[in-house]
T-cell receptor, first 112, second 113 residues
Framework: KQEVTQIPAALSVPEGENLVLNCSFTDSAIYNLQWFRQDPGKGLTSLLLIQSSQREQTSGRLNASLDKSSGRSTLYIAASQPGDSATYLCAVRDFGNEKLTFGTGTRLTIIP | NAGVTQTPKFRILKIGQSMTLQCAQDMNHNYMYWYRQDPGMGLKLIYYSVGAGITDKGEVPNGYNVSRSTTEDFPLRLELAAPSQTSVYFC????????????FGPGTRLLVL
C-alpha cells in the first residue's frame, strides 16, 4: 500500500529565503506526482505535475524534482514571499490506479 | 469559466439525517472525484467517475452514494449521517484522469452532531 509522508509538518522561514519542501513515498512504481497548494478554508490548487519519466518541472519560482528510485520529491521555492504562506501537499498516482495518495502536507509560513 | 463549484459551503447535520453535496464543473471534464479531508490527515478518495453513467468506489466509500447523470454534475449523497462523516469534502475534476492535473472545488465543511 502506497504511503506518502511530508516532513516537517510545519515550517517558518524569513521572507526572501529559498526553501525546500520534502515528500517521500514508499512504492516507487508511480505514474506521476503532483504538488498542490491549499490556502486556509480553500480548495487545492495544482502547482506542478511530474510524470514518472520526468526528473523535474519548473513554474516561475517553483521547481519540483522527482527521484523514483529513492522514493522522494522536493519542491524548491526561490525568493520566498509572504504570499507563499499556505499548506503544500504532494500526491502520487500509482500505475493501474485512478486514486491519488496524498501526504498530510507541510504548513509553510513566510515571515515578513 | 467558474471551474469546479460546490454547494453548500457549510452544513450542520443531526445523526441519521441525509443530505446531498452538490458538485458541478463547466470545463467539460470527463473525470470527477469526491475526496474527504480530516484534520491532520491527507485527502482520501470516496468515489470517482470516468464519465456520465459510470462511477466507481474509492478508498473510503462506505456511507456514501454517488450518481453521474450528466458530464457537468457529480452529487455525493449521505443517507444516514454519522459523526464519523464530519469532515471537509472536496470535489475535483480532470480531463483525462489522474494522469493530468486535477482541479478542485472550494470544499463543503460538514459537521454531524
Amino acid at each position: 500500500k502506497q504511503e506518502v509522508t511530508q516532513i516537517p509538518a510545519a515550517l517558518s522561514v524569513p521572507e526572501g529565503e529559498n526553501l525546500v519542501l520534502n515528500c517521500s513515498f514508499t512504492d516507487s512504481a508511480i505514474y506521476n506526482l503532483q504538488w498542490f497548494r491549499q490556502d486556509p478554508g480553500k480548495g487545492l490548487t495544482s502547482l506542478l505535475l511530474i510524470q514518472s519519466s520526468q526528473r523535474e518541472q519548473t513554474s516561475g519560482r517553483l521547481n519540483a524534482s522527482l527521484d523514483k528510485s529513492s522514493g522522494r520529491s522536493t519542491l524548491y521555492i526561490a525568493a520566498s514571499q509572504p504570499g507563499d504562506s499556505a499548506t503544500y501537499l504532494c500526491a502520487v498516482r500509482d500505475f493501474g490506479n485512478e486514486k491519488l495518495t496524498f501526504g498530510t502536507g507541510t504548513r509553510l509560513t513566510i515571515i515578513p | 469559466n467558474a471551474g469546479v463549484t460546490q454547494t453548500p459551503k457549510f452544513r450542520i447535520l443531526k445523526i441519521g439525517q441525509s443530505m446531498t453535496l452538490q458538485c458541478a464543473q463547466d470545463m467539460n471534464h470527463n473525470y470527477m472525484y469526491w475526496y474527504r479531508q480530516d484534520p491532520g490527515m491527507g485527502l482520501k478518495l470516496i468515489y470517482y467517475s470516468v464519465g456520465a453513467g459510470i462511477t466507481d468506489k474509492g478508498e473510503v466509500p462506505n456511507g456514501y452514494n454517488v450518481s453521474r447523470s450528466t458530464t457537468e454534475d457529480f452529487p455525493l449523497r449521505l443517507e444516514l449521517a454519522a459523526p464519523s462523516q464530519t469532515s471537509v469534502y472536496f470535489c475535483a475534476s480532470s480531463r483525462q484522469g489522474a494522469q493530468e492535473t486535477q482541479y478542485f472545488g472550494p470544499g463543503t465543511r460538514l459537521l454531524v452532531l
